[in-house]
Nanobody, 124 residues
């Protein structure tokens, strides 16, 4: 079992930056991919970014490419999401997730482990 705890989030004006952190504990050696997803009110949870821990390959949704960066600190079992040039449409609850499966990194159903979610609000 893996437990994910998120930190960061908050309110920022458009054009600003925030960094989210997600600390993993438990059987972290089983994790193949860590991802970030967002869920806006009344909408489905959608993919933001992913990091395959084996091979250090990263992936991004088109909507955040060039603005968001996923990274990790192996010693701390922590994954980060640096969000720059934030837009009001980025407003959502952000979740980190982990999966031991070598399946689609952008499909939320691939992920077994989820953080509690953290609110990001971007005002215009």
């Amino acid at each position: 079992q893996v437990t994910l705890v998120e930190y960061g989030g908050g309110s920022v004006q458009a054009g600003g930056s925030l960094r989210l952190s997600c600390a993993a504990s438990g059987r972290t050696s089983s994790i193949y991919t860590m991802g970030w997803f967002l869920q806006a009110p009344g909408k489905e949870r959608e993919f933001v970014a992913a990091d395959r821990w084996s091979g250090s390959v990263t992936y991004y949704a088109d909507s955040v490419k060039g603005r968001f960066t996923i990274s990790r600190d192996n010693a701390k079992n922590t994954v980060y999401l640096q969000m720059n040039s934030l837009k009001p449409e980025d407003t959502a609850v952000y979740y980190c997730a982990g999966t031991p499966y070598r399946s689609s990194y952008s499909n939320k159903n691939t992920y077994d482990y989820w953080g509690q979610g953290t609110q990001v609000t971007v005002s215009s």
